[in-house]
């Protein structure tokens, strides 16, 4: 974050002028040449510190493209003046062209003077300034990342409406307007058919954050394959899952879904990065979970399914508390230790989330009965005592 004094400074456009002027700058160059500085008379001016060298800032400039179009296209009078920190002009020449605004001429020593004058200590950085007076020390970046063009006019009081809106819609938005985007109120299927957002409505609906580049969401893909497929195959059709994907290209959003039997957003959909906002989701794969009346009811998904598989549904915290109580009590009838005729070392009762049993190969959750000498684990309906016959 841009830092200055502890006090806050305000600084308006005329300013900003100004300041270019004492320094000695003539003109500002444009894609098609140069520009006087009365150009930016009367606009809001933005500064845009950034580098070809540094990966964040090739990232942030086409979100920042997108908004200087938009905002200028709506008719809002605003210019944005790129300051940088490459080191050779061949960079800066590079870097500039994939810019459409304005930016000073390369001088390494001004743009020194400039970066240290607004205490620019990381980049990309994005600086507005207004005549109502925006204090230096903010840095749009983040904002401009979460919401677009929406972020203008830059000030405190649009940000906290942003944040408004956002909890508004997490805790009070239906289906339609959460997951619909601008006449959009359809998800598209595995086979590319357009399913009405409407149909999931009085559904427990998931919400699952993920990306084909991530083992860990191909691995947890595989579990909430299998509790979904048991649920349907229990006819139970009031659960439904909607990717949310967070893949880099088309090519791998293909590739994610194609393993998926569930709907998802459109991968060319802003709503996908509105909804990773909205429900503060910092890590994939994430499960959101929302109830039939469209309330939340759990941002830690992942973790029920995990844990309790489809056994979990309809993913209550009644449930939950059902589940754990029939699991202590099941604990409760079994002995802490047995002496199985497959196995020579003493068994130990011990609670996993699953298992494999060593002796019918199958699958296993909750109570085996486990060796603490071996990796060995029985169901304890394949426990075998010594003296038993079967």
Known sequence: MA?????????????????????????????????????????????????????????FIPLLVELYHTLRNSGVSLEIIFISFDRDEDAFQQHFKNMPWLTIPFDVNLHRRLIDRYQVN????????????????????????????????????????LKAIDKRKREEASLEEL?????????????????????????????????HWSPPCRSFTVQLTEV?????????????IV????????????????????????????????LCRIFDVKGIPALVLIGPD??????????????????????????LRDIEAALRKEGEALPQEVEDVKHEHMLKLDMAKAYVCDSCKKQGRFWAF?????????????????????
């Open 294 to 319: 469209g309330k939340v009811i759990s941002m830690n998904g992942k973790f029920m399914v995990c844990t309790y598989g489809s056994e979990a549904f309809p993913f209550t915290e009644s449930r």
């Open 179 to 211: 997951l619909g985007h601008e006449g959009r109120n359809f998800l598209i299927s595995m086979d590319d058919k357009k399913e009405p957002i409407s149909g999931l409505v009085g559904k427990t609906v998931g919400l699952y954050f993920c990306a």
């Open 228 to 240: 979904y497929n048991n649920l349907k195959t229990a006819k139970d059709h009031s659960f439904e």
């Open 3 to 59: 830092m200055v004094d502890t006090e806050p400074t305000y600084i308006n456009s005329d300013n900003v002028m100004t300041i270019l002027e004492a320094e000695g700058v003539e003109f500002l160059l444009s894609s098609e040449g140069q520009v006087p500085l009365s150009s930016c008379n009367g606009k809001t001016i933005c500064l845009f510190f950034s580098a070809n060298w540094c990966r964040p800032c090739r990232t």
């Open 370 to 390: 486990s060796c603490d000498l071996c990796d060995y684990d029985l169901h304890p309906t394949c426990v075998e005592k010594k003296g038993e016959q079967r």
């Open 243 to 274: 990717l949310i994907s967070t893949d880099r290209n088309i090519q791998e959003f293909n590739i994610n879904r194609s393993s998926m039997p569930w709907l998802a957003i459109p991968f060319e959909d802003r709503t996908k990065h509105d």
């Open 122 to 161: 990381r980049i990309p950085s994005f600086i507005p300034f207004s005549s109502k007076g925006i204090t230096v020390e903010e840095d749009w970046t983040s904002c401009i990342e979460d919401y677009g063009a929406e972020a203008y006019p830059f000030t405190n009081k649009r940000r906290e409406e």
